[in-house]
T-cell receptor, first 115, second 115 residues
Framework: NAGVTQTPKFRVLKTGQSMTLLCAQDMNHEYMYWYRQDPGMGLRLIHYSVGEGTTAKGEVPDGYNVSRLKKQNFLLGLESAAPSQTSVYFC??????????????FGNGTRLTVT | AQTVTQSQPEMSVQEAETVTLSCTYDTSENNYYLFWYKQPPSRQMILVIRQEAYKQQNATENRFSVNFQKAAKSFSLKISDSQLGDTAMYFCAFISGGGADGLTFGKGTHLIIQP
């Protein structure tokens, strides 16, 4: 049981390049989330999904797109990377919308640097 | 929008001491859930403790306990008999009972346990 797997673990992009971060979970969770973590800022929600085929914007969605074509996968795309998107990205999933009865499971993060 | 405030960017205590991390939040909801997460240098996000707003009794998990003051919108974390392995970033998080739009995190407190 792998839990939540994020790929890649590290990536360096040049300004203007595009890339996709993959999040895969094998727990059959309905709810999936993408957060970014910046020093002194905590974790901020980028986009989330409440089920297969659904996505919604979080607190900081600009410059990102997401897709949830399959229940187990939640993809985060950067169409034209900017230095302000340098961050550590975390994917998380939960069986429970509140994450109270079924705790949030986090991936190990992707460190992205945009030069 | 809900906000979560952690007013202590960094704290340092001696091993075996007791330390309290503060967290306040702002919401107009009556039903909600509160969490404390730990992030050690490994970057892994670990759930420490959780509290449902409807429950009067403060949550306790071994050496970790909370002081939940609903009227004051305060949710502090107490760590007793602190250990070197408690050194980590600690994040307070909140989700309202009204929706599945993900946890809102505070900016974190860096806790250092000195030998």
């Amino acid at each position: 049981n792998a839990g939540v797997t994020q790929t890649p673990k590290f990536r360096v992009l040049k300004t203007g390049q595009s890339m996709t971060l993959l999040c895969a979970q094998d727990m059959n969770h309905e709810y999936m989330y993408w957060y970014r973590q910046d020093p002194g800022m905590g974790l901020r929600l980028i986009h989330y999904s409440v089920g297969e085929g659904t996505t919604a914007k979080g607190e900081v969605p600009d410059g990102y797109n997401v897709s949830r074509l399959k229940k187990q996968n939640f993809l985060l795309g950067l169409e034209s990377a900017a230095p302000s998107q340098t961050s550590v990205y975390f994917c998380a999933s939960s069986e429970d919308w509140s994450s109270y009865n079924s705790p949030l499971h986090f991936g190990n993060g992707t460190r992205l640097t945009v030069t | 929008a809900q906000t979560v405030t952690q007013s202590q960017p960094e704290m340092s205590v001696q091993e075996a001491e007791t330390v309290t991390l503060s967290c306040t939040y702002d919401t107009s909801e009556n039903n909600y859930y509160l969490f404390w997460y730990k992030q050690p240098p490994s970057r892994q996000m670990i759930l420490v403790i959780r509290q449902e707003a409807y429950k009067q009794q403060n949550a306790t998990e071994n050496r970790f306990s909370v002081n939940f003051q609903k009227a004051a919108k305060s949710f502090s974390l107490k760590i007793s008999d602190s250990q070197l392995g408690d050194t980590a970033m600690y994040f307070c998080a909140f989700i309202s009972g009204g929706g599945a739009d993900g946890l809102t995190f505070g900016k974190g407190t860096h806790l250092i346990i000195q030998p």
